[in-house]
């Protein structure tokens, strides 16, 4: 996932440093040291904020990456991530979205469909992350296709022109 973000780095400019970051760190809160609420992006983005001090746009893309709202609701944490954290700029909340969305586990580029699909094989239909993911997957697909459309245009993903 950081080879994709870093693959960004051309058309993000002097954000492309805090997207890599966020690519690395946005599943530290799967460590199991690091478990608290159980909801991974809440943990993560504690740990960074309480332990690290970590640059707040960093905190807040981790805190949000790849649509975390419709899990945090179904945890019934919605109403805690949006108290400690304020949402990121949406076009790098899309940029992370993208680079973990279009990334298989072990690093593999592929389609947004074939990642979701593979979250869903991975947990189970049933299981609470694969509701989650299934209540996102509109939010998810047009944040990977509106980076996918910014790189085939030559725009920045904030619209900035990157030719």
């Known amino acids: ?11 993000l400019g002097e954000e492309s440093d805090l997207l890599t ?6 599943d530290i809160g799967y460590a199991p ?9 809440l943990d993560g983005a504690r740990y960074l904020r309480d332990v690290h001090q970590a640059d707040d746009k ?10 975390a709202i419709y899990e945090a609701t179904e945890r019934g944490l919605l109403e805690a991530i949006n108290a400690e954290f304020d949402q990121e700029r949406p076009e790098l909340v899309d ?29 189970g239909l049933e299981h609470l992350v694969s509701r989650s993911i299934a209540n996102a997957a509109p939010c998810i697909t047009s944040a990977v296709r509106a980076v996918q459309a910014a790189l085939a245009d030559g725009a920045l993903p904030d619209g900035r022109d990157g030719r």
């Open 1 to 11: 996932m950081a080879a994709r973000a870093e693959s960004l780095a051309p058309t």
């Open 21 to 26: 970051a966020a690519a690395w760190l946005h």
């Open 33 to 41: 040291e690091l478990i608290d609420s159980g909801f991974h992006p």
């Open 58 to 67: 960093l905190v807040r893309l981790v805190a949000h990456h790849s649509c």
């Open 95 to 123: 940029a992370l979205t993208y680079c973990d969305m279009t990334t298989s586990p072990d690093g593999t580029p592929l389609d947004v469909a074939d990642r979701l699909a593979e979250i869903h094989s991975r947990y």
